[in-house]
């Protein structure tokens, strides 16, 4: 709630705060407005989607030249389709340099690299293309905010425009990054494939958000053009993505509104001090800079929300829900043939079949058996090199992880993979809703979510009920883990595919989880593939057992049947015995 | 179009390449022991062209000024490496911001020392040889000479001694280095330190051939990123790079300008990026 009730103080606050100061300081006070909104869009790409772009000037300055080239040479109509062709060209371009950039895995110092060559490139384009953007002297002339013939803006009812206009581009922004699309951008920050795993098509999220920030800073930069009436080369220069990315640090990048109104107050601390002292003022940015990296990375926001007393503290409410739901899976078998995954010449999975119909059915072997490589090719996050597999009649093949999470395949981690930033509330809905929800119906999803009573069950065997809005960065490595076995339940799943589920939790603990998987597996009428080192474990819950060795399957049947089994016996404990 | 032209542009495009290789390898080394880039890199460049600057000022020989700036940047980088970088070796973007607040830090100090205005290098090696009918300036022939010496002697040191092989095992997992009795974080500082050295080497070859002032090393990190881009961690590859976009570069600045050729460059490290996803893993060679 005070979250919300600032930024619509803030808000308000914006253009009055224009309208009141007078016409140099005001108009001032617009242009940093938009470097502000130019700064929470670099925020959001880079303190939520986790992709820092060191020429964010260039989106802005994009949108400034096209708008103020259009304002020039078709003044015909007026601004507005200027400033919208300032906004989509800046929006294409960060779009080509998404695609390029951001499929797969992404390397955040190539990512960087790639952005900063960029915007090398698109400064020596402005420097020197003089008859399209008046090369070092810019365009000067360029009309304010008018509707052609119809109307002109006068000084005041430009800036109020404009800052008006800010403050929706703010608004956007804010509520991209706190609706579940953000937090799933969050939670892939950290964990790439638990967020696949959850139905999330992370590069494409990541795409989306790049080109969607690129949007709006062209926008903001178009807008800027209209203000100044005159774009120079300043506008796309090194100077000012440094500007970008040092009031984004320090404001928080992690908050969209300290974000901006950081960019707007150090601007004008800059403008006071930078014509007096040019050459101390830019080596006192750079200590700052080294100073703020070091000292504060976080920024100040998030330095600041840190030492609020617990009760001040904001917290997204996220509204949990749960609902009984018997027999989901309908009985369906996992049935993979000819599974095989080499790695150059190393063949860690070879040929093996592997069936599991509803119970728990439990995958052991010796260290390197590829008890895991078989899991992470059930799962899609490692396609094997050859084979087939699927849940009753749905072909998982070559799947994607995140399709394969939409359509029922549940899957958790060895080590605890959650979003430390998120709280466990948080985390609980990203997962649920991740495999229902539509990518952009995410956008405006409300934080509200229904879990299955198995998630539930979970959360409740490891008391985490009562740490809803704790944030996951401060639970302990058993409790990460039930909570991440409670995200793989959260939405009702046709296939479990578990490693070491219990891995670092205590034995009262690991036998009541044992309790849960067993009746569940029959309660959802499910297969549930479990990973397992754990005798007790496996004693309790499997209703069947794989035992793998060497990346072949060494025998199936059931616990009994395996204990008895001399050559699992050998397998583990060598001959002689 | 005869033969002493392309022996000409052939050994033009020579010396294009051996000042990014020898920049761009200490990035990569870097880029690939500690997954960081360090963006201050036109900074240590222009702190070798200084030096030599500041040594012919008090009347040592070219030479001398050569060997001080690598003392310079291979301490500059040292000390980096151990009172900045080492914080942040989870967060390799905090790391490579910290670099970029440094460039900005050594630009404005030489520039309030030595003042703004460019400066210049007298050529130490006026002249020029003929080569298969080609003129060619002797000191670009001895750049490239000392160049293809230096990366000969890394790629040496990198391949063939004990230190080579640590170095190549922190590249290729440091944790599991480490508890071989590998000192990862010893290791990091020195090739760091030689890293920033190749570059404050590469800055004072470079000193008489442009204008030397505080921001001249702007004017080179372009083609620095592009090539690590396109090479990504691999010596080896970052080598091929520097030659094939020194090619495109020189070729397309002659045929057209060099606005062109910089756009050129640029698609290059798309269209590569694009094509392919450059390792950071596997040999470091």
């Known amino acids: ?577 | 179009m005869d033969f002493a032209f392309i022996v000409d542009q052939g050994l033009g495009i020579l010396a294009t390449a051996s000042v990014s290789a020898l920049v761009a390898m200490g990035l990569a080394m870097s880029f690939r022991l500690m997954g960081i880039i360090n963006l201050a890199s036109g900074d240590f460049m222009m702190i070798g062209a200084y030096s030599v600057l500041t040594c012919l000022a008090i009347g040592l020989p070219y030479i001398v000024g050569v060997l001080v700036a690598c003392v310079v940047g291979f301490l500059l980088g040292a000390v980096t490496e151990r009172t900045l970088l080492r914080r942040f070796v989870r967060a390799p973007e905090l790391a490579i911001l910290g670099t970029f607040g440094l460039g900005i830090v050594i630009r404005q100090v030489v520039e309030l020392i030595y003042g703004k205005n460019f400066q210049f290098v007298e050529n130490p090696l006026p002249g020029s040889v003929e080569i298969w009918g080609a003129e060619f300036p002797l000191y670009r022939l001895v750049l490239i000479g000392v160049s293809v010496v230096v990366i000969g002697a890394v790629l040496l040191v990198l391949t063939v001694t004990p230190i080579g092989v640590k170095v190549r095992a922190v590249a290729a997992d440091g944790d599991l280095a480490e508890t071989l009795g590998v000192r990862s974080g010893g290791l990091k500082l020195v090739i760091f330190a030689v890293s920033t050295l190749m570059a404050s080497l590469a800055g004072s070859l470079i000193a008489p051939l442009t204008n030397v002032g505080p921001g001249m090393g702007n004017a080179y990190l372009f083609v620095m990123f592009v090539v690590v881009i396109v090479g990504g961690a691999r010596v080896s590859m970052v080598l091929v790079a520097a030659l094939a976009i020194a090619v495109v570069q020189n070729v397309t600045t002659l045929v057209i300008d060099s606005l062109v050729a910089k756009l050129a460059i640029l698609a290059m490290a798309f269209i590569v990026l694009a094509a392919t996803r450059p390792s950071t893993k596997g040999n470091i060679v």
Not at chain 1, 13 to 30: C, E, H, K, R
Not at chain 1, 156 to 170: D, E, K, M, N, Y
Not at chain 1, 406 to 419: D, E, I, L
Not at chain 1, 441 to 461: C, G, K, N, V, Y
């Open chain 1, 1 to 577: 709630m005070i979250r919300r009730s600032i930024a619509v103080l803030a808000s308000l606050a914006v253009p009055l705060i224009a309208l009141s100061l007078g016409g140099y300081q005001g108009s001032l006070f617009a242009q940093f407005a938009l470097y502000g909104v130019a700064t929470a869009a670099l925020a959001l790409c880079w303190g939520f989607a986790g992709i820092l772009s060191l020429g964010h000037a260039v989106s802005f300055g994009i949108g400034a030249y096209v708008a103020a080239w259009c304002g020039i040479n078709i003044p015909e109509g007026g601004t507005l389709l200027g400033i919208l062709f300032g906004g989509l060209a800046a929006g294409a371009v960060s779009l080509l340099v998404g695609l390029v950039g951001l499929r797969g895995r992404v390397n955040v110092i190539t990512f960087a690299l790639l952005t900063f060559v960029l915007l090398f490139g698109a400064v020596e384009v402005v420097n020197q293309l003089t008859p399209v953007t008046g090369g070092f002297n810019g365009l000067a002339g360029v009309p304010g905010l008018n509707l052609g013939d119809l109307w002109t803006a006068d000084p005041v009812a430009q800036r109020v425009i404009v800052t008006i206009a800010a403050v929706g581009l703010l608004w956007l922004l804010i509520i991209v990054a706190r609706s579940p699309f953000g937090g799933a951008l969050v939670l892939a920050k950290t964990h790439a494939i638990r967020a696949a795993s959850s139905g999330y098509n992370i590069p494409a999220f990541r795409i989306g958000t790049f080109a969607f920030a690129g949007v709006v800073t062209g926008l903001a930069g178009a807008l800027f053009s209209t203000q100044t009436q005159f774009v120079a080369p300043d506008q796309i220069s090194l100077v000012l993505a440094t500007n970008f990315v040092l009031w984004a640090m320090i404001g928080s990048r992690t908050s969209i509104i300290g974000a901006f109104f950081t960019a707007i107050v150090i601007s004008f601390i800059t403008n006071e001090l930078a014509d007096k002292f040019l050459t101390l003022w830019l080596l006192a940015m750079g200590i700052i800079f080294i100073v703020v990296v070091v000292l504060i990375p976080d920024g100040i926001a998030e330095a600041v929300l840190k030492r609020l007393p617990e009760r001040w503290r904001p917290r997204r409410a996220v509204t949990l829900t749960t609902t009984e739901q018997a027999g989901a899976g309908g009985g369906q078998a996992l049935e993979a043939t000819g599974i095989t995954c080499t790695f150059g010449k190393f063949t860690a999975v070879d040929d093996v079949d592997f069936n599991a119909g509803s119970g728990v059915h439990c995958l052991i072997g010796p260290n390197g058996a590829g008890k895991s490589t078989l899991l992470n090719a059930l799962s899609g996050t490692v396609p094997p090199t050859s084979g087939r597999w699927r849940v009753g009649n749905t072909d998982l093949t070559k799947m994607r992880p995140w399709k394969m999470a939409r359509v029922g395949v549940a899957r958790k981690f060895q080590a605890p993979a959650v979003a430390p930033e998120l709280t466990v509330a948080q985390n609980l809905a990203v997962a649920r809703l991740g495999v229902t929800v539509h990518p952009f119906a995410l956008i405006f999803s409300p934080w509200r979510a229904d879990l299955t009573s198995t998630a539930w069950r979970i959360l409740e065997t490891g008391d985490l009920v009562k740490l809803l809005d704790t944030p996951a960065s401060r639970l302990a490595h058993g409790q990460r883990q039930v909570l991440e076995l409670a995200m793989t339940f959260a939405s009702r799943p046709t296939l479990v595919l578990l490693d070491e589920p219990t891995a670092g939790m205590t034995a009262a603990e690991t036998a009541s989880i044992a309790d849960i998987l067993r009746t569940e597996a029959a309660g959802l009428d499910i297969p549930i593939v479990v990973v397992e080192h754990d005798m007790a474990l496996i004693r309790s819950a499997a209703s069947a057992v794989t035992v793998l060795q060497a990346g072949r399957v060494l025998a199936t049947g059931t616990v009994a049947e395996i204990e008895n089994n001399a050559e699992v016996t050998r397998a583990y404990v060598g001959e002689g015995l």
